[in-house]
C-alpha cells in the first residue's frame, strides 16, 4: 500500500516530446459524437439489406396473396402499390418513407406497420427486460461462484451448465420448461401473457403503457401484478437462460484473470480475506467486459424472442412476425426487422456510453 501512496503522491512525468497529453472531457465529447454518428450508417445498412433480402422472392403483394387472387386482380394491386416499377425506385421511395416514419401497410390484414409496432413492441421489450434481469441474476452470482472454485467440481459444472444454456434452443427450453412448471407440478401458466380477467382490466385501463407489470402496479391492482408475474417467469427463465451462459463465462475468464493482478496479490499478503477480494477488489473491474457484451446480448435477446414469444403465444413483435412469416407478408417483417433493428443499434450507442463512463480507457 505504502509502493501504491508512494505512486500517486508522485509527480506525473511530462509528455513525451512532439507528444500531446489527451484531453479528457474532449476525448469523450468526441466519442459520444463519433458513436452517435455511427448509428445512422448503421441503420441505414440494415435497412437497404433489409429490402433487397425482401425483394429477392419478388414483389410482396405476388409473395402474400399469389394463388388466391386472379391475374387481372394481382395486376390491379401490384400496379396500386406500385411495385411494378424498378427495384430501385421502390428502394429510394421506400427510404424516404422509414425517414418519414412510414412503413407502409401490411398485406394480410392491411394495418399500418406503426400501428403493429405500437401494439406489440411493448410486450416483446417487456419479456426483453425480463429475461436481461434473468440473466444477470443467474450469470454474474454462478460466474463468481464458478472463479472463486476455479478448477473444483462445481466449477466444472458450472461450466458445463454454461454451455448448455448458450447451446439448448430457445424453442426446445421453453418446451421443457412448460411440461417440468406448467404440466407435471402445475405450479405456472403456459401460455399466454396474462389471464383473461387480469388482461381485460389491464387493456381497459386510460393511457396504458403495453408493459402489463408496470400497468398493474401504476393502477395498483395486485392481484394482475401477481398474475402477470407468474405468467411471465416461463418465457423470462428460457429466453434468459440463453444469454446467462454467456454472462458466467464472461464473469468467471474476467474474474479469474482480475484475481491473479498485483495489486490482489498485495491485498491477499495482507491477510485480506477472499470473500473481500473477490467481492471488493476483482469483481468490479471485472464487470466492465459484461456492460460493453451486453449490447451484443440484446440483439440476441430480441432474436430469441421470436421463438419465445411463438412458444409461449406471448403476443409481442417476435409472435407477430412469425405470423407474417407465415403469411408471407414482407412489408410487414420488412418493418419489424428494421425497427428491432434500430432498437439494437440505440441500445448498442448507451451501453458504449455506459462503459466509457466505467472505464476512461475505451474513449481513446
Partial sequence: MAIMNDLADAPAAPPSV?????????????????????????IFILVTLVFFLMRVTGDPITAA???????????????????DRPVIVQYFEYLGQVFTGNFGRTI????????VLA??????????????????????????????LRDHWPDAVLRVFAILCYATPVFFAGLL????????LGWLPIAGR???NAELQLTSLQNPTGIYLLDALRSGNMDAALDVTRHAVLPAVALGLLTAGVFLRLVRTNVIGTLGRDYVEAGRSRGVSEYRLLTKHAYR????????????????LLGGAVLTESTFEWKGLGFQLAQYLTARDFVAVQGIVVLLAVIVAFTNFIVDIIAALIDPRVRF
Avoid at 394480410?108 to 400501428?115: L, P
Fill in 18 to 42: 512532439g507528444t500531446a497529453a489527451p484531453k479528457a472531457g474532449g476525448s469523450f465529447a468526441r466519442y459520444l459524437v463519433t458513436r452517435f454518428l455511427l448509428i445512422f450508417p448503421t
Fill in 285 to 300: 473491474p471485472a464487470l466492465i467486459p459484461i456492460i460493453t457484451v451486453m449490447g451484443l446480448q440484446i440483439a440476441l
Fill in 108 to 115: 394480410s390484414d392491411n394495418r399500418a406497420v406503426t400501428e
Fill in 177 to 184: 420448461l412448460k411440461l417440468a412448471f406448467g404440466v407435471w
Fill in 119 to 148: 401494439t406489440y413492441g411493448a410486450a416483446t421489450l417487456e419479456l426483453a427486460f425480463n429475461a436481461l434481469v434473468i440473466a444477470l441474476l443467474v450469470g454474474i452470482p454462478f460466474g463468481l461462484l464458478a472463479a472463486r
Fill in 194 to 196: 396474462a389471464g383473461v
Fill in 65 to 83: 396473396l399469389g394463388g388466391r387472387l386472379t391475374p387481372d386482380q394481382l395486376a390491379e394491386r401490384i400496379h396500386a402499390a406500385g411495385y
